[in-house]
T-cell receptor, first 114, second 112 residues
Framework: DTGVSQDPRHKITKRGQNVTFRCDPISEHNRLYWYRQTLGQGPEFLTY????????KSRLLSDRFSAERPKGSFSTLEIQRTEQGDSAMYLC????????????FGQGTRLTVV | QKEVEQNSGPLSVPEGAIASLNCTYSDRGSQSFFWYRQYSGKSPELIMS????GDKEDGRFTAQLNKASQYVSLLIRDSQPSDSATYLCAVGASGGSYIPTFGRGTSLIVHP
């Protein structure tokens, strides 16, 4: 049973560039979440998928952010025209259907915008 | 706005002592509650989940839930230096999405 996998682990990009991150959830999990975490803060919710449907998106999420989960398997998070304030750890988590909704995190992608 | 509140600490305890970590939440309809441990530079690791009022024990960890008071706690018995980390409280949203909302975490330092 492999865990949640994220790629890349680290990304350094110049301001204004676009970046894309990938998340492969645990295979039988139908729920997938993206979070962002900055130093000293807890994970901040970005968006949520149930299977291929994006059911919820944070109101704080800029239009520069977009996420997809084609065919309900892996997911991608794209940030367009990156800004220095986008520097953070981007975390993906997945959980199974049902009332036991334990979410398991991947290793995260650390983004640095220079 | 669903909120989860934790004291950021640091909480410093001697090795072998009991560490007590607390969390309050605002969503009265929440039914699922979690504790995660996060080492510096790493991602959160699930250590406990609790769904019913009362205590749930797993090894050296005990989670306590009081829905009437909207309060969750985590006790770590016989604390070890390897327990030094940030502990994140997470609360699943009501309404069917179950999206976990996280507190900012409490930093625990266990000194020898």
């Amino acid at each position: 049973d492999t865990g949640v996998s994220q790629d890349p682990r680290h990304k350094i990009t110049k301001r204004g560039q676009n970046v894309t991150f990938r998340c492969d959830p645990i295979s039988e999990h139908n729920r997938l979440y993206w979070y962002r975490q900055t130093l000293g803060q807890g994970p901040e919710f970005l968006t949520y998928f149930q299977n291929e449907a994006q059911l919820e998106k944070s109101r704080l999420l800029s239009d520069r952010f977009s996420a997809e989960r084609p065919k309900g398997s892996f997911s991608t998070l794209e940030i367009q025209r990156t800004e220095q304030g986008d520097s953070a750890m981007y975390l993906c988590a997945s959980s199974s259907r049902g009332e036991t909704t334990e979410a398991f995190f991947g290793q995260g992608t650390r983004l640095t915008v220079v | 706005q669903k909120e989860v509140e934790q004291n950021s600490g640091p909480l410093s305890v001697p090795e072998g002592a009991i560490a007590s970590l607390n969390c309050t939440y605002s969503d009265r309809g929440s039914q699922s509650f979690f504790w995660y441990r996060q080492y510096s530079g790493k991602s959160p690791e699930l250590i406990m989940s609790i769904y019913s009022n009362g205590d749930k024990e797993d090894g050296r960890f005990t989670a306590q839930l009081n829905k009437a008071s909207q309060y969750v706690s985590l006790l770590i018995r016989d604390s070890q230096p390897s327990d030094s980390a940030t502990y994140l409280c997470a609360v699943g949203a009501s309404g069917g999405s179950y999206i976990p909302t996280f507190g900012r975490g409490t930093s625990l330092i266990v000194h020898p």
